[in-house]
């Protein structure tokens, strides 16, 4: 079993965490998270630092406890650091632009693509074939640039479409010629 609930989560300067009931908040430079936590567990600060404690050492607790310091410790991260994806366009003709709260792709369909960006979430356009998603949120910015992605997802041949930065796209070679 991980043990990851285990280790103390550290509160840099200008980070409070106050957590009332099933309810955990966490206040930095950047803005304020909310994030609903399961009852039963007990939350110790002390010396710039959260400790988290299960009450029993069933399978259930186990993985509550692990869940609830990584979901805690993604917050103090992204009310400190924010939280960022990147996505790559590749294909001739493939572009993306931001104009106002709508990212604009066009992606060689008859039409364009208009995606609604949500609130929470700022989307930047340094260049037509490259997409920055940034938040507070992991959670939110992790699936908006996955709701982008699936507008056209990269294709094993040429590899032209919507991919992360850091994704490799595995290659199949096209058809042989005949003898």
């Known amino acids: ?6 280790n103390p989560i550290r ?4 980070v409070t965490i106050t957590v009332d009931g099933d309810t955990c908040v966490v206040n930095g430079p950047k803005g304020e998270l909310r994030q609903h936590v399961p009852a039963g567990l007990v939350y110790e600060q ?3 630092k959260l400790v988290i404690k299960r009450p029993d050492e069933s399978k259930p607790m186990k993985a509550r406890h692990g869940l609830v310091r990584a979901l805690i410790a993604n917050q103090v991260s992204g009310v400190t650091k924010g939280w960022q994806k990147v996505l790559l366009i590749e294909g001739v003709g493939y572009r993306a632009a931001v104009k106002g709260r709508v990212l604009d792709l066009q992606l060689q369909y008859s039409h364009p693509v208009n995606y609604e960006i949500p609130d929470g979430v700022t989307i930047e356009c340094p260049e037509p074939t490259k997409i920055i998603v940034k938040g507070l949120d992991k959670q939110q910015v992790g699936q908006v640039a996955a709701e982008i ?3 056209r997802k990269p294709e094993p041949y040429k590899g032209k479409g919507i991919r992360y930065d850091d994704e490799k796209i595995q290659r199949k070679a096209g058809k042989a010629a005949g003898k």
């Open 1 to 6: 079993m991980s043990r990851i609930g285990n």
């Open 11 to 14: 509160i840099p300067a200008g």
């Open 46 to 48: 002390a010396e710039g």
């Open 149 to 151: 992605r699936a507008y």
